[in-house]
């Protein structure tokens, strides 16, 4: 257990995700197994040991300490499991157990002794151990590791391409005894999921001047959908449907699951569309990260999957095959299915690149964030390799926004101010529209950083706010309403493009015309 | 003089807008205004004021004001060896093992005994001489951690964490956040005592008061200052230290990817680190914590408690369960965030 509460502590403290990864690798190398794959479900949250309530604990505590006395010190930490793992009596004598040993007592243990068994082993523990333990049995670990870092550290770990990883990880369960064994130099295990995920093709940013070096005929150009790219798949009858990372979005998305009568495996974006009309992003959105969708969701919000590509089509893999050949196939099994959920995504008609750019520069829909260019001749290969897909955004959106509160940066950044919210105006007040933390270069920091030290109004812990005089131009990919925000706008991928000294404040953006880009 | 009337503690000592007062004494104890007269326990900022008529503490004290607020900072500076007899009382000096130069003091007119700890700490420290019982009809304690949830692990156990995260990160440089007077010269002694010899570099704030030690026979190794000129790579590997104030400021611009630690008993309370931003939180305090709060008054066994500042609910609510009597003062000035 102390293993594991050092590693939960590094973690909960590490900002940086790069630094995140490290204490990963680290820990993989030094845990034992079963303890580090164990470990490593905790973190992802694919371990359930859910039968420990927060009023199982207030339980154990008040027979160990004064109410009072616990009520003052709950109040001052703030969290129920740190209360009790530091006001629980000290131990004259710690004994360590692993990992394993914890996980599986208290997957064995009758609930009725439960608590016996939890409060034997918060009085063997260390501080630290207790607050680990706990966090493991409530599992509310939140030290900000989701599966996909977790994979992005095992693939380090292992010197493999994180998409060999994605692709099993469906077959694989905790301790993770193969996937291990493997990354240590061991054979691949054989991938044991059915309906497995297949590491999706990524393209590369492009524009104009690179694309000058192409000949356009070697290339197809199909819009960029604003949605969610996906893998869906029904092989024998197991039918699934990934993100892009490999993530199982199955539960959230029913309807396009019940319409993937086929066996094969497609590439898509998956939209949300009323009739022929695609909804935007937001729409999208509000099916997202639900474990269960109600029928009035369904109804209100139906989901649809725009083919771009495919992979597997009863029982052939058509990945070797080139572009062009796998999408006349496409073409076939998307009029064969005849399901107005599953359609086709249109090729566009054009002989030059500046052909495409007016295209580009007048989509016929709002949701269409740019156009996707694909050579011809190419398979369909894991991961982003250059010169074969591009994507090629249309110009992000612009607004003049005023620098409101800025907060302290860490690891590189560290003192300097690097995390900046701003607002625009509404009724002659300034309403906070967005954060965001990249966009400028080393010397616009060092301007914007001087700026905030320069014109401090108030300071909350590592906040500051700033006189609001500064004007910034900040660009954004979309907007969405939202209701969390007092502004009733949430902007999608915001940054800092340049500083506007030459504005004054007065002469920044409105609410109102920020709302217009909804 | 057994035809006068025996005072009661509150008449020997009790709390007015300035401090603590003892009228049989015409003298204040850490008072938070100037007055005519003073008693210090010790130099922090909020126990030790600037201005005040005449001023007795420890040598070491009066030197720590002298470096902190320039030679003039009274009118007349009194060097409290062991006791000393003002008026009607006798004022006795014990070491309170909190910072350099800290005492308790204990105020006794022969019929009753209170002993105002300051701040005090019972865990060994390189930096100052150790903590010592000072018996008293009366306890006066500070109770900055005075809530159960603080029992602060041994700090060689904490300066271990630190050196293992120097030796994991060899490309970064670790940041350490200490207090000027105490807890950095404490932090540095506590890895001199754990092996760490290369040079540690400390922030400007830092030197007079690391000199000051030095002098006072603490070994401190090597020190630098942390300037510019040496370039980012020349941190790399090292242990910097400099007052938590100075990593808001632009000085902490020139480290290269550095971890923030910060040494203080607060960091014991995860959401207190994570307000701050640390990244590797080191628990040491200068503060007594829960055992050793509640120790020190099973150990003086005194008929009544006073508490000072810091958690006093609790506290006080400690020993109605353990039948002592005690009461807050609700002292105001002093701040229990400087740990
Ligand atoms: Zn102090």
Redesign the interface.
């Known amino acids: 257990m102390q293993e594991f509460a050092e590693l939960l502590e590094k973690l ?4 940086s995700r790069n ?1 995140k990864i ?1 204490h990963l690798k ?1 820990a993989f190398k030094t845990l034992p197994d079963p303890d580090r794959g164990l470990a490593l479900a905790a973190l992802t949250g694919d371990l359930a040991l859910r039968n420990v309530t927060p009023s199982l604990l207030r339980g154990l505590v008040a027979d160990e ?2 109410p ?3 009520r ?2 709950y109040d ?4 129920l499991a ?2 009790v793992a ?2 629980w009596p ?1 131990s004259t004598e710690p004994e360590d157990h692993s990992l394993s040993e914890a996980v599986e007592e208290l997957g064995k243990t009758a609930k009725a002794e439960l608590p016996a068994l939890i409060m034997r082993r918060l009085s063997s523990m260390t ?1 630290t151990q207790r607050y680990a333990y706990l966090k493991l049995a409530t599992g509310g670990l939140r030290v900000g590791v989701s599966a996909r870092l977790a994979r992005t550290a095992l693939a380090q770990f292992g010197s493999v391409p994180v998409e060999e990883i994605e692709e099993l990880w469906h077959g694989l369960s905790a301790p993770y005894l193969p996937l291990f064994q493997w990354l240590e130099g061991g054979d691949k295990p054989v991938n044991l999921a059915a309906a497995p995920f297949r590491p999706v093709m990524l393209s590369t940013p492009t524009d104009l001047d690179d694309l000058s070096d192409h000949p356009p005929v070697q290339f197809v150009a199909e819009w960029k959908w604003d949605g969610i790219r996906v893998q869906a798949t029904n092989e024998g009858g197991t039918r699934r449907l990934y993100s892009r990372t490999g993530e199982d979005i199955s539960n959230a998305f029913p309807d396009v699951v019940d319409a993937l009568n086929f066996e094969g495996t497609l590439d898509g974006e998956l939209l949300i569309k009323r009739g022929d009309t695609v909804a935007p992003f937001g729409d999208l959105q509000k099916r997202l990260g639900r474990k269960r969708v109600g029928k009035a969701m369904l109804d209100s919000h139906p989901a649809a999957l725009r083919a771009y590509d495919l992979l597997l089509w009863d029982g052939r893999d058509m990945r070797s095959q080139p572009f062009d050949a796998r999408r006349a196939a496409l073409g076939d099994c998307i009029a064969a299915l005849n399901d107005p959920r599953i359609d086709l995504s249109a090729l566009l008609s054009f002989s030059t690149w500046d052909d495409l750019a007016r295209l580009r520069e007048n989509p016929p829909e709002s949701v269409i964030e740019g156009v996707m260019i694909k050579r011809r001749d190419s398979a369909y290969m894991a991961g982003r390799k250059r010169g074969n897909w591009f994507k090629w955004k249309r110009d992000p959106m612009l607004v003049d926004a005023v620098l409101l509160y800025a907060q ?1 940066g ?3 950044r ?3 101010y690097s995390d900046f919210t701003f607002g625009v105006w509404q009724e002659g007040q300034l309403v906070p529209v967005g954060k965001a933390y990249f966009g400028f270069t080393d010397a616009e920091l060092k301007e914007l ?1 001087r700026f905030v ?1 320069n014109n401090t109004t108030d300071r909350f ?2 906040v500051r706010a700033v006189k609001p005089e500064l004007v910034v131009e900040v660009a954004f990919e979309g907007l969405n309403a939202s209701s969390r925000h007092k502004s009733g706008v949430a902007m999608r991928f915001p940054r800092i493009n340049r500083i506007r000294t030459d504005k004054p404040a007065a002469e920044a953006g409105t609410l109102e015309e920020l709302k217009a880009f909804l | 003089m057994p035809s006068l009337p025996v005072r009661s503690p509150q008449e020997l000592l009790h709390p007015r807008p300035a401090g603590l007062y003892c009228p049989a004494g015409d003298f204040y104890i850490d008072p938070v205004q100037p007055v005519a007269r003073a008693l210090i326990t010790h130099g922090h900022a909020d126990h030790a004021r600037a201005g005040h008529g005449t001023v007795w503490a420890s040598r070491q004290t009066l030197d720590i004001m002298a470096i902190r607020y320039g030679e003039d900072f009274c009118q007349t500076r009194i060097p409290v060896e062991d006791r000393v007899d003002i008026a009607e009382v006798r004022a006795t000096f014990t070491p309170a093992g909190h910072v350099l130069g800290s005492m308790q003091i204990t105020v006794d007119d022969g019929n009753t005994a209170i002993t105002v700890s300051g701040d005090y700490a019972r865990v060994d420290n390189p930096a100052c001489a150790a903590f010592a019982l000072a018996p008293c009809d009366v306890f006066v304690t500070e109770a900055t951690f005075g809530l159960p949830v603080f029992n602060h692990p041994s700090p060689q156990s904490e300066v271990e964490k630190l050196l293992r995260s120097v030796a994991a990160q060899p490309d970064r440089c670790h940041l350490v956040g200490a207090y000027a007077l105490g807890k950095a010269q404490r932090v540095i002694a506590l890895l001199r005592q754990a092996g760490w010899d290369r040079p540690i570099y400390i922030h400007g704030a830092l030197q007079r008061l690391c000199d000051y030690h030095i002098e006072q026979g603490i070994d401190l190794g090597e020190l630098r200052p942390a300037t510019v000129k040496q370039g980012k790579d020349a941190f790399k590997g090292q242990i910097i230290l400099g007052p938590p104030s100075a990593f808001a400021a632009t000085w902490a611009q020139r480290f290269p990817d550095p971890v923030i630690c910060f040494a203080s008993g607060w960091m014991q309370v995860r959401a207190r680190a994570r307000q701050r931003g640390v990244e590797l939180p080191l628990i040491l305090s200068d503060h007594v914590d829960w055992p050793d709060l509640t120790r020190t008054i099973q150990d003086l066994s005194p008929q009544e408690v006073w508490v000072t500042h810091g958690r006093e609910d609790a506290l006080v609510r400690w020993c109605e369960l353990n039948q002592i009597k005690a009461r807050p003062l609700r002292l105001v000035g002093y701040e229990e965030e400087a740990d």
């Open positions: 909960a403290f590490t900002p630094g490290a680290q300490t004064d009072e006395l616990f003052l010190s001052f930490v703030g969290d740190e209360t530091l006001i000290h501080p302290r860490h690891g590189k560290s003192g300097y950083d030290r812990g590592p």
